[in-house]
């Protein structure tokens, strides 16, 4: 097996455990690979009030145009219970066809294809391949998010870095191969709704005031009606209650108040301030004079976005289909991902492996997808820089 093969460095980076916020020796294996294959390397650490120091990872080879850059993240979740694996979750141990570890989908398996890819492409074609070659590489996507893809933006901006397009590796697809592109996110959007009411006892309800009829009436305003119809790219709007809190342990007490949080995965459609404002005015249409109520909305760095198919997305889309028979789908299906970020920088969209099993016990890959990865991002490269 090759040392650049992306199953040998697949489980090189598995093995080590690098749990949000660790490092845990991924960066630095990266690191070292890429400085191997002539790329210049840097490690900058960044720190903010409350959250971990994180440690990223931007590397270039090249220094004209086009800029391709891969992205992705090192860090993974924990791996729960380590005695229900089959394979131990950082042994990077192969059974059966199929590579076993935390962070074997997401996302170690596809940084491991990328730099697979890229030492192949760079083995046939020299340093001179007509452009340059980027990883932005961050240990702090599963995490707070704070110290990693945001800053490591900024500060290459800052040192004057410009980039062409962007190829993040999360895995997009949802059963096969091939099934699957990103070209967009929905936005996020978190409130708290508290209910003011008087404590009191229930025989004698005229003298108290009970929350939980009104928190009911709100939340029932929220989702009478849908928020949109959906746009061009993007799925309708949703918004889901995630706890509705009293805190009562009497049976014989009105409460005082009553809380309730939602979520919002917004489209195209809205902003972060614009959804605000519709929630807060079918609020206040729904308390009247008869509801105390305050609404906290969370600050969001999660805006709904899209990167409009083009030239690469269409590059990509064949590549994809040259190695598997598959057109995929264009889609902005899914959570947020680091790509909220990148898209301020240059285009952006995400390919990667099958995601089924990311964040379970046994997280897995096969390792002919691992193999069939490693040859589309070859395509991709081969097809980008050859004019």
Request: charged letters at 20%; glycine letters at 10%.
């Amino acid at each position: 097996m090759s040392d650049h093969s992306p199953l040998a460095l697949a489980q090189a980076l598995i093995r080590c455990p690098s749990v949000t916020p660790e490092e845990g020796g991924a960066l630095a294996f990266l690191a070292d690979r890429l400085a191997q294959a002539g790329f210049s390397v840097e490690r900058p650490v960044f720190s903010d009030v409350g959250t971990p120091d994180i440690q990223n990872l931007y590397a270039r080879i090249g220094t004209g145009h086009p800029v391709l850059v891969f992205a992705g993240h090192t860090d993974v979740v924990p791996p729960g219970e380590e005695a229900a694996w089959t394979q131990g979750p950082f042994s990077g141990a192969v059974a059966d066809g199929f590579l076993y570890g935390r962070g074997a989908v997401d996302m170690k398996g596809g940084i491991a294809c990328m730099l697979a890819a890229t030492l192949d492409f760079l083995e046939r074609r020299g340093p001179d391949f007509g452009g340059s070659i980027a990883f932005l590489i961050t240990g702090d996507e599963e995490g707070p998010a704070v110290n990693g893809t945001v800053k490591l933006l900024q500060w290459a901006k800052d040192r004057g870095e410009r980039f062409d397009h962007c190829l993040l590796g999360e895995p997009t697809n949802p059963d096969t191969l091939g099934e699957m592109i990103k070209i967009g996110r929905r936005g996020s959007l978190t409130g708290r709704i508290t209910v003011h009411g008087r404590q009191g006892h229930v025989a004698y309800p005229h003298r108290a005031e009970n929350p939980i009829p009104g928190l009911l009436r709100l939340a029932s305003a929220l989702i009478a009606e849908p928020l949109d119809g959906g746009t061009a790219h993007f799925d309708a709007s949703n918004l889901e209650f995630t706890t509705i809190d009293v805190g009562n342990p009497a049976t014989n007490v009105i409460p005082a108040s009553a809380k309730a949080v939602f979520n919002v995965r917004f489209n195209d459609d809205w902003t972060a301030e614009t959804l605000g404002a519709e929630i807060q005015k079918r609020l206040a249409a729904a308390a009247g004079n008869a509801v105390r109520f305050s609404l906290d909305l969370q600050p969001s760095n999660s805006p709904a976005f899209l990167t409009q198919p083009d030239a690469f997305v269409d590059l990509v889309a064949e590549a994809i289909q040259a190695e598997t028979g598959r057109l995929p789908a264009l889609s902005t299906t899914g959570g947020t991902s680091d790509a909220r970020f990148i898209k301020d920088a240059c285009p952006v969209i995400e390919f990667g492996l099958v995601g089924r099993t990311m964040h379970e016990t046994d997280e897995r890959v096969a390792v002919a997808d691992l193999d069939r990865l490693t040859a589309i991002y070859g395509r991709v490269l081969e097809r980008y820089f050859s004019s």
